[in-house]
RNA sequence: GGUCGCGUAGCUCAGCUGGAUAGAGCAACAGCCUUCUAAGCUGUGGGUCAAAGGUUCGAAUCCUUUCGCGAUCACCA
């Protein structure tokens, strides 16, 4: 049973007894006893003054008496101000630690939850390769993904590939035009990088013609309008949405060398998918959708045959659903999407996107249109909306090429393990493959964890001119501290099994350890509550921190005591699971050693 | 201008469903490898929690206002 449950159902016993009053749960405020003080749980006494008609110090006596006289759990009390302070019996935490030590899926859900959920993420453009900005979201929506899978739920990750539009023909057209058909074989360029080059190709270009158009007298707005660039490319656009051969052609033959870039890049981030969906085959759904809404009167035609949403009641503006051309826009495919990802995962309970906060308005009204057509499941569509990474100098531009590429990035991170792990010298025994190996562990475990580490709701700085850290709050020293409980375990050749402790009193860096335990599945599920992985890092890290202690703080294998002894490398091997879980929640592999 | 978000140490971030003296890491300084991996541990210095009001026994946390930063409000995606 848990030690909060117990207690607050024994202190209204207290209550009931002794000041003759019932209380509600919300008077009743447990906490964790602060580190400076003596005792594990915290009762905040203010709150029940009213039926006590006592002072707060008195309350705190009378109720710790009773409770220390009553309840076997509690070994003592003390009382500060307004808080009594409760110690609870050692007796307890080893019985707590012995009940969950064999136990592999401690910290996870126990059943299904009998809930599917279909989270999209990644999304990204066929015109260029991957940034640290895509890099969020592809950690992000992984690790949201692998939590609610611990907690039960069943989850299908849809990528939503952005393949077709003005953009995409950009690449095509510059590539057209400058590429005297270079291809990735035979630049050794990586195909989303081939295709990003063109972009910015095309951007140079275009700025060209628009500078000289306006130097023979055009307006600015002019200029970006009739430069012959553009003019080419959205002619491009109309063959391809003609189906014209030559267009199409190119078309899948660039797209099919992003796609080969991106495999790479996500291989490297350790992210995969259950579902592509093509933007090129989505892209005229909706249509159908704001027929039935026509029909149904939640949306409006204007004169010039363009269709509209009035949300206005609602606080938001109108939106447009069909151009006066009957073209659609980009709300109009998420709502077909929406709807045709219902009708392809018929279980769905929830939707989830992950996308950046810039869209917020954009969910908003995507999700408020849906329910509006009637679509119950649109209540629990959710945006999993992320901050942007930002530089010293500000938002990421690719066509001003102040990106931080993924490929470079995640290279650098692997490099810089490499050379700590070769200055270090305490791989030297492992072969060149095993090597490799750890270096892309150490590397994507630092890049990973500084990312997932900050609030996904919030912005984040990255300098690049500092390179990410591989010592402190990071990733590589939460590896660090799982190679070396896996050394010590590999040296305990015993198994071992039942300890018996008798009257030990544990040290408080090994009460501490077990009380962060303790702790460890209400964190799975409130990361799970939160769609924020930046909490089982935290949890992680402080975990560590007090395995650091207690593992400079006292003998393991020099411990005289054999049932000490064994306990010290029972605790060590169950910190060991939980790091290991947590990190794969994270998406972060344990090394055995580095 | 409307809407939304943010502002905590030199830097990067925790803490925010109200609780005790606001925490970490980095950077700086001082210690610890003849005990199990020093990518570690211990310690020192560093704060008007943007500002002002309010609610409360109690506010970094809730409310209001102001300032600053960002996003968004397209017949772009």
């Not at 895509?134 to 069943?154: C, P, Q, T």
């Not at 306006?214 to 491009?236: D, F, H, L, R, Y």
């Not at 990035?409 to 810089?416: A, G, Q, S, W």
């Not at 090994?510 to 992985?533: G, M, R």
Request: with cysteine; charged share 25%.
């Amino acid at each position: 049973m848990q030690i909060e449950t117990l207690l607050n159902a024994e202190i209204k016993k207290v209550v009931q007894s002794l000041f003759q009053a019932d209380v509600n749960d919300n008077l009743i405020q447990l906490q964790k006893t602060r580190k400076e003080f003596e005792g594990d749980i915290t009762l905040v006494t203010f709150p029940l003054l009213k039926v006590s008609k006592n002072s707060p110090e008195k309350t705190g006596e009378i109720i710790g008496e009773y409770l220390k006289e009553k309840v076997e759990e509690v070994s003592d009390f003390n009382v500060i101000k307004g808080f009594l302070n409760l110690s609870i019996s050692d007796k307890y935490w080893s019985t707590f630690f012995n009940s969950i030590y064999t136990s592999e899926k401690y910290g996870f859900a126990a059943n299904a939850s009998g809930k599917t959920i279909l989270l999209e993420y990644s999304s990204p453009n066929t015109n260029k390769p991957l940034h640290l900005g895509h890099i969020r979201n592809n950690l992000l929506g992984f690790s949201v993904a692998e939590i609610l899978k611990a907690n039960g739920h069943y989850v299908k990750k849809v990528n939503l590939v952005n393949d077709r539009g003005i953009h995409i023909c950009k690449s095509m057209l510059a590539w057209k035009k400058m590429g005297n058909g270079e291809t990735p074989q035979s630049s050794g360029i990586k195909g989303d990088h081939l295709v990003g080059k063109y972009y910015v190709e095309f951007d140079k270009m275009y700025k060209a013609e628009i500078k000289s158009l306006m130097e023979a007298g055009k307006s600015k707005e002019e200029a970006e309008k009739n430069a012959p660039a553009i003019i080419e490319a959205q002619e491009m656009l109309r063959k391809w949405e003609a189906g014209d051969k030559e267009v199409v052609d190119l078309w899948k033959t660039m797209n099919g060398w992003v796609y080969e870039g991106f495999d790479v890049t996500y291989k490297k981030l350790g992210v995969d998918f259950d579902k592509f969906y093509y933007e090129s085959e989505t892209y005229l759904l909706g249509k159908k959708a704001v027929e039935i809404g026509l029909q149904k009167n939640v949306f409006y035609k204007k004169e010039d045959g363009s269709v509209w949403c009035d949300l206005t009641a609602d606080g938001l503006d109108q939106k447009l659903l069909l151009r006066s051309d009957g073209t659609s826009v980009y709300m109009t495919q998420d709502i077909g999407t929406a709807i045709q990802r219902s009708e392809d995962f018929p279980s769905t309970n929830q939707m989830i996107y992950t996308v950046g906060n810039e869209q917020e308005y954009h969910f908003k009204v995507l999700f408020l249109i849906l329910s509006k057509l009637g679509y119950d499941w649109a209540k629990e569509c959710y945006h999993l909306s992320y901050g942007m990474v930002e530089l010293p100098e500000g938002k990421m531009k690719s066509r001003e090429g102040t990106v931080v590429d993924a490929d470079d990035l995640i290279d650098e991170m692997v490099k810089t393990a490499k050379t700590t792990s070769e200055e270090l010298g305490k791989l030297d025994d492992c072969s060149e493959e095993e090597k490799e190996k750890l270096y892309q562990t150490i590397g994507m475990g630092a890049l990973k964890y500084f990312i997932l580490k900050v609030d996904p709701r919030k912005g984040m700085l990255f300098n690049p001119a500092e390179s990410i850290d591989f010592n402190g709050n990071t990733g590589p020293f939460i590896q660090y501290t799982h190679a070396r409980i896996q050394s010590l375990l590999r040296k305990a050749d015993f198994f071992i099994d039942e300890v018996s402790l008798g009257d030990y009193v544990f040290d408080t860096s090994e009460k501490e350890i077990i009380k962060l335990i303790y702790d460890y599945p209400e964190t799975v599920k409130q990361s799970c509550n939160e769609y924020s992985p930046s909490i089982i890092a935290n949890y992680t890290y402080e975990l560590v921190k007090a395995y650091n202690h207690f593992y400079q703080a006292l003998p393991i294998f020099k411990e005289e005591n054999e049932e000490v002894k064994k306990f010290r490398l029972q605790l060590s091997k169950k910190v060991a699971t939980i790091i290991q879980q947590s990190l794969a929640l994270l998406g972060i592999q344990a090394p055995g050693r580095m």
